[in-house]
């Protein structure tokens, strides 16, 4: 297998912070078109989207012929998916809501073949080019990045024992998440929220730790830099999608925003 690319082009810490977006729509061929936009990585989401195993196959597909490198972000840390979605032939795979050491071990078990971890083995996926890779088995367990998110106060302050559990490649924040469980939902430019998000990113330098995280606008994106983090996600495809139909719309003085006109009679 060749070198795991969110390894050496999102999370190498000699090259610029990485930027990347979100897909939201579980479209084939949104997703291709995002994939040639410029963006280092894009994260295929089965947590709040109403993407299945068999269309996230698609989508990784679709991906695999541009220049965007995919993560795939499960909805658990369920055994059952992570097999899956490996077998499908993703590389790179996002757990959610991740609270304590002994779940990211887990995660990092449901990712490994034995004996490392607990991956159940299949001749035949597309993964392994279809039985045709040689020596897939052998290098798969190397080939793989897991990437934990952290999503509330107390996983924060266990930032540094997540880290530490072999074979976690980086950390990610997920601000919506935290700002609801800080008790300021839908309020991610709360100050108490952007502190623990600052404090994050400072206890992952302190560790030697990658850590991504994903805002809004390319303003809160440039801040989450400038706090430390290495990689950040930027809005969504249909974020991106309706906010320029949207100030399309508003410059013609239509769309929500605008009191339909009266009828010229």
């Known amino acids: 297998m060749s070198a795991n690319a969110f390894k050496t082009r999102v999370l190498n810490p ?6 990347g977006s979100w897909l939201m729509s579980a479209s084939a061929t949104v997703a291709e078109a995002m994939g040639y936009c410029g963006f280092d990585f894009l994260v295929v989401d089965m947590e709040h989207s109403p993407l299945h195993i068999a269309n996230t196959t698609e989508l990784l597909r679709a991906l695999a012929a541009t220049p965007a490198v ?21 590389t790179s795979i996002m757990f959610p809501f991740v609270q304590t050491v002994e779940q990211a071990r887990a995660a990092v078990a449901y ?9 159940g083995v299949a001749a035949m996926h597309r993964a392994s080019q279809y039985g045709s890779a040689k020596g897939y088995l052998q290098s798969a367990n190397d080939g793989v990045a897991v990437v934990i998110q952290l999503e509330t106060p107390e996983a924060i302050e266990r930032l540094a024992d997540i880290a530490a559990v072999p074979g976690v490649d980086s950390l990610f924040v997920g601000p919506g998440d935290l700002a609801a469980a800080m008790g300021h939902i839908g309020e991610t430019g709360d100050t108490q929220v952007q502190a623990m998000i600052e404090h994050a990113a400072a206890a992952a330098r302190a560790v030697g730790k990658p850590i991504g995280i994903v805002g809004g606008t390319p303003q809160m994106v440039r801040r ?7 990689w950040s ?3 969504s495809d249909l974020a991106l999608l309706s906010g320029r139909a949207t100030e399309w719309l508003d410059s013609l003085g239509r769309g929500p925003g605008h009191a339909a006109a009266a009828p010229a009679y």
């Open 70 to 90: 995919p993560l795939v972000r499960v909805a658990a840390t369920d055994q059952v998916l992570v097999k899956q979605v490996l077998d499908a032939g993703a």
């Open 224 to 230: 989450f830099f400038e706090y430390g983090y290495t």
């Open 14 to 19: 000699s090259a610029r912070p990485a930027v």
């Open 111 to 119: 990712t490994r073949y034995p004996p490392q971890g607990v991956r």
């Open 233 to 235: 996600a930027i809005a």
